[in-house]
């Protein structure tokens, strides 16, 4: 275990230490400096600020500075929100991200297990159908459409909740289901194929032979050893909320990181573009790496394998 | 006993056939590969409606445009922003060109005496929505096919290559996926769109760069898992070369998982193409894809929701009906569901 999770870290660094000249050289490729555009500049103007962000050192200069700045912590400063750090402005935004993030997930989670387990439960019924198609149009409706036609018809026609804006409760509602819909996709999915799998095991069987109702043995049995890999889900659905919540942010105007890095992007602010770049980054690898390793606890299985899930 | 071998007369025998070639023949036809899921995929209803549904959807991708005189880029501004109007269903009330703007229903046709039907209405810029959402599905379309088909060919030869050679090679080359799978897609398609100017090719090889490493790991274990197998053991002990062994025996019976795969590529390059739309570094105007569309619609979605609505409705239908054959062929190609 100690040397899959060793392993698992050096990729983790190496996959990171990618990213970041990869994000650093493709910003230098881009055409044009900063300050280009501020034509009231003179030249010896453009000099001092050159200098002052180290712009007119070499570029492997460059790198390594940016390079040790990472690993201080220090991702830069923006040129539009007032010269603040990237990792200031980072920290303020991250509150709402995380609070939608992780309603989201639990929600999620929770109603995709039930319907899950419904759909197993209750095998090629109508309750098995409309669970599984209730999952693919989770799956395959983007949220943004679904985020979009909610804050159309909940509020601004029946104005039942907040259209867009961010105080307390209320206004987590909306953001939170168009977030929650993929989670409840994906489990649903997994789960109903997972618990089969496991109720045409032997050891349901024997556990029915022994006299066991069918509650009995649903509860007790399958569903705890259908809900150990769904772990391994949870990766792919904070990817899918990361991307969800960039959208939905926008939509319905939270100041989270998702929204920040979309204005971001519209404008051009390189720092900012780069710094969340890294950090989203960092947040999803080291999500996948807690994943697997937790997996590893969990399940025996992948540790008796030595690690090698592939 | 004895009366019937009297009342079956001899000349009626027929001696057995010395040699045994016919005992060996099949008496019914024999099935493909592509029959045989064919047959499966059959009887799975969601999968066939959806598959006539993106069919059409296909169809009117092509000849859409053509169906109306407007054209899709023509902008004339005394037309802007019209609700829908079709002919015969406007004689039932709806879709009849009225929309309501803070409670009052108006007409703008009646109002300004157009005599045209605009069947999905027009947008801000007087362009004939019906020509723009096919001209747009197009678009969204073939940047999906595009992927998914190059997609298709790098995973497929990276994991043959990976697989078929074992050893050393398929360390390093596991090892390079790796981390490749690390880094996650969205920022390298993001980082890539900021670079290259957004266009439909350039958005396609941003999707590319990781896109093609699901495709790799599932080819490479499917033949890890097949290439120990009885009949590649004998055709190599007949002499078969690698290239033989890869392309007659191998890629045959990998060709359910790549479709399966690539089925699935296409619906989730539509979303990536859309969303990167809505949030600005897509496809750049006056190019229509559908994720332009809803977003262009998103702006004045409070007031005129068909802008938006009609591009969803026409997007989520494409992902579903992806998903569901997707699902279907899945099903089909599984060994473990075969009944």
Redesign the interface.
């Known amino acids: 275990m100690a040397k899959y999770i060793t392993k698992r870290i050096i990729y983790l660094v190496i996959t990171l230490f990618i990213i970041a000249s990869a994000t650093f050289f493709l910003m230098k490729f881009l055409p044009g400096t900063p300050f280009e555009n501020e034509e009231k500049l003179s030249i010896e103007q453009r000099e001092i600020l050159n200098e002052k962000y180290g712009l007119d050192r070499p570029i492997p200069v460059q790198y390594a500075n940016y390079m040790a700045n990472i690993v201080k912590g220090d991702l830069g400063v923006s040129f539009q929100f007032d010269n603040q750090p990237v990792t200031d402005l980072l920290k303020s935004r991250i509150g709402p991200s995380l609070q939608l993030g992780f309603q989201a997930m639990f929600i999620g989670t929770i109603i995709g297990i039930l319907l899950g387990v419904l759909a197993a439960m209750f095998q090629n019924t109508w309750i098995d159908y409309g669970s599984t198609f209730l999952a693919v149009l989770g799956k395959s409706i983007p949220s943004f459409v679904f985020a979009a036609v909610l804050q159309y018809f909940i509020g601004v026609k029946l104005e039942l909740l907040p259209v867009a804006s961010w105080n307390g409760f209320t206004s987590s509602i909306m953001p939170t289901i168009s977030l929650a819909i993929f989670p409840i996709a994906t489990a649903a999915r997994f789960m109903r194929t997972e618990l089969i799998e496991v109720l045409g095991s032997d050891y349901i069987t024997l556990a029915k032979a022994k006299g066991n109702s069918r509650m009995e043995v649903s509860f007790k049995h399958a569903i705890r050893n259908a809900l150990i890999p769904l772990i391994t889900v949870l990766g792919p659905m904070a990817v899918g909320l990361m991307t969800g919540s960039m959208v939905v942010e926008q939509i319905f105007a939270i100041p989270g990181i998702g929204e920040q890095f979309v204005k971001s992007i519209q404008t051009n602010d390189f720092p900012i573009i780069m710094g969340t770049t890294l950090f989203f980054a960092f947040l999803l690898t080291l999500i996948i790496l807690i994943i697997d390793i937790l997996y590893g606890i969990i399940d025996p299985r992948i540790r008796l394998a030595g690690g090698d899930k592939s | 006993m004895t009366k019937s071998t009297e009342e079956i007369q001899k000349h009626r025998f027929e001696p057995a056939p010395k040699d045994s070639f016919d005992n060996e023949k099949i008496a019914k036809p024999q099935l493909s590969f592509a029959k045989d899921a064919w047959l499966r995929v059959r009887k799975n209803k969601g999968a066939i409606i959806s598959l006539v549904i993106l069919l059409i959807i296909v169809i009117m991708a092509i000849i859409g445009p053509h169906l109306t005189s407007h054209d899709g880029y023509e902008q004339d501004v005394s037309r802007s922003n019209l609700p829908p109007r079709i002919p015969v269903l406007e004689d039932w009330g709806i879709f009849d060109g009225s929309q309501e703007i803070g409670g009052v229903e108006t007409n703008k046709y009646k109002d300004m005496n157009i005599d045209e039907y605009y069947w999905f209405g027009t947008d801000s810029l007087g362009r004939d929505l019906f020509t723009r959402t096919w001209l747009g599905t197009r678009v969204s379309l073939y940047i999906a096919l595009l992927a998914a088909l190059i997609d298709m060919l790098i995973g497929v030869i990276y994991g043959l290559v990976s697989g078929f050679k074992g050893g050393r090679v398929d360390n390093v080359m596991?090892r390079i996926l790796?981390?490749m799978s690390?880094?996650?897609n969205?920022?390298v398609v993001?980082?890539?769109l900021?670079?290259l100017n957004p266009g439909i090719l350039s958005i396609t090889i941003a999707m590319v760069i990781t896109g093609w490493i699901g495709m790799a790991?599932v080819v490479?274990?499917q033949v890890l898992k097949l290439k120990n197998q009885e009949y590649i053991l004998a055709s190599r002990t007949l002499g078969a070369k690698n290239g033989r062994l890869l392309f007659k025996h191998l890629l045959p019976n990998l060709s359910g998982v790549i479709i399966i795969n690539t089925m699935f590529t296409i619906?989730s390059a539509i979303?990536f193409e859309?969303?990167l739309s809505?949030?600005?570094?897509g496809l750049q105007a006056p190019e229509a894809s559908l994720g332009t569309l809803?977003e262009d619609g998103?702006k004045t979605?409070?007031f005129l929701?068909h802008l938006?609505?009609i591009p969803?409705i026409v997007?989520?239908i494409i992902?579903?009906t992806?998903?569901?054959i997707g699902?279907g062929l899945r099903d089909a190609f599984d060994p473990k569901m075969r009944d």
Do not use: H, K, T, V
């Not at chain 2, 809505?278 to 570094?281: C, D």
């Open positions: 596991q790796e981390i690390g880094i996650p969205l920022i993001i980082l890539m900021l670079i790991r490479r274990g619906p979303f859309a969303f809505f949030i600005g570094i809803i998103y979605f409070q929701p938006m609505i969803c997007i989520s992902l579903i992806c998903n569901l699902d």
